[in-house]
């Protein structure tokens, strides 16, 4: 079975731009959480999505937005980028809630 | 707000010596507890999962035992070898599917 994969690997931006990362999730998981990971603040949870439904949200401003398709790929996106935004992006999915998460390679993002 | 802390942040150990990592929760009310592996700029690798119901769980030379009374767990390996060295984390999950993460501790394996 095929893992977590995520597009793009690397990305470069400048400040006051926008953008979309994608996640697909393994074969018949439904769930497709994501996180951010900085070496200030560690690992923090953005969102969950749950057949295409957002189902928990961490504590991120509003510029961090997502949604999840019916074949359960989802998609994250900033907007009005910031330094700060630069970071690890990553997704894991899961069979549902008492399930292992598995982890994406991740999205690396710098913002210029 | 649920905090998770690792110690020690750094470890730098022999090849071959045992270790122990350290992980503590402060909201006892968790669903599950994992321990993850990071390489570098890569993303995380599931090692060991404990429901709130278990006390430890094994897999090859890794032990994870839970004791969520005091908020503690601990991930032991055995027999330390230099592809062990990466970054651990461990994570705990509450009533909601996410993860609250600890802050890390890095392992290096000296040859």
């Known amino acids: 079975k095929a893992g977590v994969t995520q597009t793009p690997r690397y990305l470069i931006k400048t400040r006051g731009q926008q953008v979309t990362l994608s996640c697909s999730p393994i074969?018949?998981?439904?769930?497709v959480s994501w996180y951010q990971q900085t070496p200030g603040q560690g690992l923090q949870f953005l969102f969950e999505?749950?057949?295409?439904?957002?189902?928990n949200k961490g504590n991120f401003p509003g510029r961090f937005s997502g949604r999840q398709f019916s074949n359960s790929r989802s998609e994250m996106n900033v907007s009005t980028l910031e330094l700060g935004d630069s970071a690890l992006y990553l997704c894991?999915?899961?069979?549902?809630?008492?399930?292992?998460?598995?982890f994406g390679p991740g999205t690396r993002l710098l913002v210029l | 707000k649920q905090e998770v802390t690792q110690i020690p942040a750094a470890l730098s150990v022999p090849e071959g010596e045992n270790l122990v990592l350290n992980c503590s929760f402060t909201?006892?009310?968790?669903?599950?507890l994992q321990w993850f592996r990071q390489d570098p700029g890569k993303g995380l690798t599931s090692l060991l999962l404990?429901?709130?119901?278990?006390r430890e769980q094994t897999s090859g030379r890794l032990n994870a035992s839970l004791d969520k009374s005091s908020g503690r767990s601990t991930l032991y390996i055995a027999a330390s070898q230099p592809g062990d060295s990466a970054t651990y984390l461990c994570?705990?999950?509450?009533?909601?599917?996410?993860?609250?993460f600890g802050t890390g501790t890095r392992l290096t394996v000296i040859p």
């Open positions: 074969s018949g998981h439904r769930s």
């Open positions: 994570a705990v999950k509450g009533g909601a599917n996410n993860l609250f």
């Open positions: 909201d006892s009310a968790i669903y599950n």
């Open positions: 999505y749950f057949s295409e439904t957002q189902r």
């Open positions: 404990i429901q709130s119901s278990q």
């Open positions: 894991a999915s899961s069979l549902g809630l008492p399930e292992t998460q598995y």
